[in-house]
């Protein structure tokens, strides 16, 4: 317990772990900024104007699904030349919001905004991770702490837990000021939208997912930084691991014919976690007699959790075993 | 390699020795598979209360014996007791009466050096108070609250020091402590061990400055290429490797003083302020001569200082005419080892 909490204090008095902090702060200020100048409230005919567009579009949208669903479980017979999408998903019932485009709509934009915060929250995570534990390793700290505590699996154990606790909760009061200035602007200017409960809930849902990813960017960040012993290591690793791997292996799976090179990447995972589901390529097609699919591949959030999930895990397992068996020389 | 006979040795002193090496084997290997020994069956043993040197050229295997007792490096074979447990198996219940700094230690350098002994003792369960009591021991306290990276190295050095001694070690282990201390801070180095050893402390210290070693141990081992060459107390370290017959002899009338000797037929050289005369089977023999002419001998030694008994014994004396390879496969030390039974 006492190592837990001198390496507490130890994250937090590190610069870059603050300075991060800092510049990621700064980041969702200007994003703040650019939403509010370029923001308006609509005006009352706008408004009208949204919510008869939505009135049209959204009896088109009930029409269509009432279709596909009778397709679906054979009522009526597809008719020719026309597409269904699997499980007659046709995304999200269209609301006056879908059409003040010109303003900012919290409960439209949403996703988008969260998902640039996904972004912003893995890579922070990831640096912070790699350097706790790289800047240990490189100033000598680890080799004198384990003077101190000789037991390895243990010293680095607690590293890492107050590194993922810590990432974590910067993430989450990250996230609640994030959230915060996205509704202020909204409700000066924008619209916030009305949230159902099962609308709240899957927001809620999306924000956890948003700030796992930021854990997620600690432990692969920290792995690296501790199999390599410096930070530099884990950086160098991650810039070369999207340099070579995600756009060379697209370019080597293209020149192979293999089909949906996108499922070997670990972006394609991130992007399934994220949107809770990353479909690539396909579609669900019907003809006089069936409903067939045309291929594709889906990745969901679970799959996409579990994959990023074992590469965390293997990562780790790495740095564990280097840790047991390594000579600090 | 067939297992070592286990360690129990006890001293003449009915005292069991703070720390026992016996057999102790590393070879270094790289991703291609060359290996490179860096132990090689080395034996040492720490009596209780001595302030013990551990000496060797760079690259005979002091770094690495000191990190294989701390748990740094493993071990291929051989066994070690410290503080009579067995290590590195019992390192954990060891560690809380070890101190020790390895090679140059380094800090967080925007961290104030109060900090780092705040986390130090935090993360070790060292009572608080301990560090204003270390910082003031080594001499830091008006420094305590600026950067390391403001620090010079000696700072760095003494924030080192009182890293090792927070816990009020039983066992203090330093790896070149004076490194980058002036003159006033060696000095104060040098008391503050004999401080620790006079309240009961074990220090053993490795170092390359064997002046400073000679003044303040009470006992050497010397190691080379992996192996000890020499162990037991410096005085007779230094008298088993002193070369026989061989002197220095300190008179105000160097001139004078050469004639009379020379007129005996025995070899004598000026080396600076002072004289080295060989072939001298009878010390006294000098303090009569001179005498006898009003010639007073204000010092007679034989020629032999731990700088010497160390060049000698590990092979590592300059030669003319180019450097010395660090660690040179071709510096053969002499094939005898001197161990010297304690008293």
Redesign the interface.
Known sequence: MNLVRAEWSRLFARRVTIATFVVIVGLLAVIALAFGASSSSPTVEEQERANQLAAEAGAVWVANRQECLDVERGAIAPRAGRTYPEDCDYGHQPQADDFLDYGFSFKRQWPEIYYTAAIILGLFGFIVGASFVGAEWTSGGMTNLLLWRPQRAHVLGAKLGVALTGVLGMAVAYLVVWTGAFLGIASVAGSIGHFSAGEIGSFLLACVRVALLGVFGAAVGFALASIGRHTAMALGAGIAYLLVYELGTLLAFSLMDVDYPERFRLSSYVIGWLTKRYDIGGSYTCNELDCFSTGGYSIAWGESGLVLGLVAAVLLGGAFLAMRRRDLT | MPPNPPLDTVSSAGVSPVLEIQGLQKA?RTFLGSSRAALDGLDMVVERGDVHGFLGPNGSGKS?TL?IL?????ADAGQMRMLDRPV?HS??EV?PRVG?I?E????????SGR?TLN??A????VPRHRVDAVLEQVGMRERADDRVGSYSLGMRQRLAVA?AILKAPELLILDEPANGLDPAGIREMRDLLRGLASAGTTVIISSHILAEIEQICDSVTIISRGKRVAEGPVAEVLAASAVQGEYRVRVAELERAVEIITESGLPVTVAGDHLVVGDLADPTWITKTLAAHDIWVAELTPLADLEDAFLRLTGTAPQPGGFRPVDAADATPESRTIEVETS
């Open positions: 270094y690495t990190k701390l748990g740094l490096v493993r590195p390192l954990p560690v020790a390895v140059a230690p380094a800090f967080f350098r925007n961290f900090r986390l130090l935090q993360a070790g369960g890293s």
